[in-house]
């Protein structure tokens, strides 16, 4: 039996085989390339028998390019599967959740940030996403999941590429879409000379972009080069001014999706604590239904929310703290004052928080991950302690990818 990008095809001596762009059903052949410590990767190279589910896929760099691996797989059973993937991550903790909603998909062409590699050749510029599996840059003429404008950003770093890069070189540009324009951050081998600053400040005209930052190569530092407006994005009706290359929820849908379930999940608290909160994207909201404390480890993402609250004269009832959760968890003492948290860690989780959580936390708990397996292990710890999972909503930001996310409502009675 074949699988998906991160399913199994067969056992071999007890280890799990992943083949890329097969799907469930199918008869195949594959070459065993690498072993690695989830299972054994491999190239797929007949396809024997089809199965009934696969498409054609509507990108003509799908196969090479390693942003979507699943665009050959019907609308249905591809949806179905990545909320299968969140029921089989909370089965395999041994926990169960009250409800478990239908999985909310982006649209094609609304992924709002990218980060493209270019290289610089003898014959011109590649510029686009790694190819599946290794280091070569595919060139991408199209994405059908980003925002159109992006792919015009990248059209115009292709014409100053020649004069930031050396024949041989390679350099990095992520680029966020935020409501006052592309907001785009370079990686450069080396400092930007006159020419390529002047080139620069060209293709920022052209392409409307309202700021364009690098990462110094000297300190790793953000230092500017240009702006031509202020950088800005609306969080519920809350202009903030993020700083260059922050993280974005991938799509304005998504987040409207996750931040739905959240609101939802809090209800009307007395008073709410917020972790890994980022620039605010979910604390505005949260905002508006009582006091909120937001903590974050980003100094400079802390302080753009901080001025955003200054701004908006909210300090009474919105407040911001900058610290490091990984190295510095809440202590159940400092979680009492609270009657709900929410909590976005990065992929890896927050075993350690959530351990201060289930000695000690609030009893209602908002969960948004990006990785079911560290949820689970995260939300065994909590049931462990009592919480039940009330209700589940699956999120499907990175279309036709493997990856899904979830906000997970937790709820613990109070003892007798």
Not at 294 to 318: E, F, H, P
């Amino acid at each position: 039996m074949a699988s998906t990008e991160f399913g199994p095809l067969y056992s071999l001596r007890q280890r799990p085989v992943f083949v890329p762009l097969s799907l469930p059903g199918e008869r195949i052949t594959a070459q065993l390339t690498t072993d690695t410590s989830e299972g054994v990767s491999s190239q797929l190279t007949e396809i024997i028998e089809p199965s009934a589910d696969r498409v054609d896929p509507p990108c003509r760099h799908f196969g090479a390019c390693g942003g979507c691996g699943l665009q050959h797989w019907a609308s249905e059973p591809y949806q179905q599967w990545k909320r299968e993937r969140v029921i089989a991550a909370i089965r395999r903790a041994g926990l169960e959740a009250g409800q478990i909603d239908d999985i909310v998909t982006a649209s094609p062409g609304t992924r709002r940030r990218a980060d493209f590699v270019m290289r610089r050749l003898q014959s011109g510029t590649v510029l686009g996403f790694h190819e599946r599996g290794n280091n070569r840059i595919v060139d991408i003429e199209e994405c059908l999941i980003l925002e159109p404008v992006l792919m015009k950003v990248a059209a115009g770093l292709r014409v100053v590429a020649t004069e930031l890069l050396l024949p041989g070189e390679t350099a990095r540009a992520a680029v966020n879409l935020l409501d006052s324009g592309p907001d785009l951050l370079l990686t450069l081998p080396r400092e930007p000379g006159r020419p390529a600053l002047e080139a620069l400040s060209g293709m920022a005209e052209n392409m409307d972009l309202c700021r364009i930052s690098m990462v110094s190569t000297a300190d790793a530092m953000v230092v500017p080069i240009l702006e031509r407006r202020t950088p800005t994005i609306r969080f519920a009706g809350i202009d903030v001014r993020p700083p260059p290359g922050t993280f974005l929820q991938a799509t304005q849908q998504g987040m409207e999706a996750i931040v739905g379930a959240v609101v939802a999940g809090v209800g009307k608290p007395t008073r709410t604590v917020e972790l890994y909160a980022g620039c605010g994207s979910f604390s505005f909201p949260l905002h508006q239904l009582g006091p909120l404390h937001a903590i974050d480890g980003a100094a400079a993402s802390t302080a753009a929310m901080t001025a955003a609250v200054n701004r908006a004269s909210l300090q009474g009832t919105l407040t911001v703290e900058t610290r490091d959760l990984a190295d510095l968890p809440l202590e159940p003492r400092e979680l009492e004052p609270y009657d709900v948290l929410v909590f976005d860690p990065p992929r890896a989780g927050a075993r350690g928080q959530v351990e201060r959580i289930a000695a000690g936390g609030p009893p209602r708990v908002v969960a948004v991950s990006c990785n079911p397996a560290t949820f689970a292990r995260d939300a065994h710890t909590l049931a462990d302690a009592g919480y039940k999972i009330d209700r589940i909503v699956p999120i499907d930001q990175f279309l036709w990818s493997p990856h899904v996310e979830l906000v997970a409502h937790f709820r613990r009675e109070a003892s007798p």
